[in-house]
């Protein structure tokens, strides 16, 4: 094999490593992001999140009791409200959370005060007032909420003060401002807050550094520029959206005294910049844009040190999580994981377990992940396996006597005589069978030139006596594959027409559609409503790019398994889009 070629295979493994196959269903194994308590747990637009202990807490515009604000906690075993659900006195518009010591608090612009800023907490019993309700001295944007040592803090975007940033603090009488109200040289946008060691800091979007990131701290006396006004590689990117969803922030964070921000920096396309001040000068924390595509409701949280991002990839409108590793920004499991399309992200890294709470279009209701190592149980009898024959490691590159007459026999043959997808024996291919987990594991394995270096088995169903035993983990330790809950992997289950155009849309990450287009390709198949709503920007690329078309004519078959013969279609035009052939 030469060493361009040695380049392309190891290429197209970092895509595939973050694509897993996780279209197949219900799966939590080492690279596994899990849903605490039920997806789509509640009815809302907006969301806010915050994990306290263990405990994840989320804030939401309840849109059962007319946009009422209605907190919720995961107890362990189901989502619990704090209190009354709606207990606001109005609609919230506009709203932070913080948990204190394990008492939650909400600042909000409420509709019955004018839309200006309440701050109330949780008493035990039920929600009361931080002081005054409406404290502010007119309505207020991008509101931003910290609470230090039993003191809250709100930031906000004030009308009243040019548009300026204001920053109050509650003394345990009053609310007062922290140094003067509007203190920033002009409109401040995109609003950040946060307290270390009893230093307030805010980012904003500073329209008066042209419109780039600025980051303030007080010092006790007076606001005061970290490093420069308008540090910014770019200037910070804002999409307009609409009312059902939170405003987009400069998200910043402090760590050991250190400040970090992330911003969607309009100078990269829109994609992701993180910086961090070191002391003398904004610096970037890797590559400046470094996510694959626009990073929408983005979201940061340092822990020890160690960026977090989370983000919408406009690829595929999901959610991705990715961390700094000291080198580079890695994926937290795979890209893309959530169920479809979401809004409103939040992410905390608590007793090191990132979590990330969003709107969840899918399920329409807000939606808490977190990702989970996994430790497969000991199993206590075999597993009882699924009669279909098995495709053992026999390579016929001279051709199979049930393809001579195929429609795919060229493709069969090129791809065995390659290794990638074998015969099950006796001069046989059972093109028209449907390929099964053990099979598809075994012909990526093959196809990318996998090898493993410990082969310990993390699965219940799988032995040293199957053929598949060393494909499949082989392929796992590489993160191709994943497992059920229950430590199982069903080598012998089937793979679906639509689960696997998930996964060839994940390694094309060049390809992307709006809505529309995804609507008017899927509207040429008489069977577009069999599609799963994940699964419909996944097939109308793959029939985009011909990398797999409808079966008779306007039929897409979504739901039905594929078959060898279309597996070894499938691997030759990816490996050939790729480039790999």
Known sequence: MTKNNNKKIFSFLLIICL??????????????WQTVGGAGFSSTSLLDMFVYDSTPYVAYQDNMRNKKMTVMKYNGTA???????????GQVTDFSLYVDQDTPYVAIRDTSTGNKVTVMKFDGTSWRNVGSAGFSNGYAEYIALHVDGNTPYVAYKDPVNSNKLTVMKYDGTSWSNVGKAGFSQSMAECISLTVDDNTPYVAFKDSAADNKATVM?????SWVNIGNAGFSIGQVAIDKFDTDTRPEYVSLQVSSGTPYVSYKDFSKNSKLTVMKYDGSSWV?????????????????????????????????????????DGTSWVNVGLAGFSAGFIESISLMVDNGIPYVGYRDITNRGATVMKYAAYTAPTPTEPTPSIPVTPEPPIEEPSGFADTSNHWAKEVINEMSSKGIINGVGNNLFEPERDITRGEFAAVMARALNLTTSNNENPFIDITTSDWYYDSVLTA????????????????????????AMAIVVRAMTSSDLNINEITNILAAFSDRNSVSEWAKASVAICTKEEIITGRSGNIIAAQDNITRAETAIIMKRLLLKMNLL
């Not at 694509?19 to 596994?32: D, F, M, Y």
């Not at 989502?79 to 006195?89: D, E, I, K, M």
């Open 19 to 32: 694509i897993g196959i996780s279209a197949l269903p219900s799966v939590a194994t080492s690279n596994s």
């Open 79 to 89: 989502w619990v409200n704090v209190g009354n659900a709606g207990f606001t006195q």
């Open 217 to 221: 701290k007080y010092d006790g006396s």
């Open 284 to 324: 970037s924390v890797g590559s400046a844009g470094f996510t694959k595509g626009i990073a929408d409701f983005s979201a940061l949280y340092v822990d020890n040190k160690t960026p977090y991002v989370a983000y919408r990839d406009s690829i595929n409108n999901k959610v991705t999580v990715m961390k700094h």
């Open 476 to 499: 796992f330790e590489n993160g191709l594959i994943t497992g059920y809950d229950d430590g199982s992997f069903m080598p012998l289950s089937n793979i679906t027409r639509e689960e």
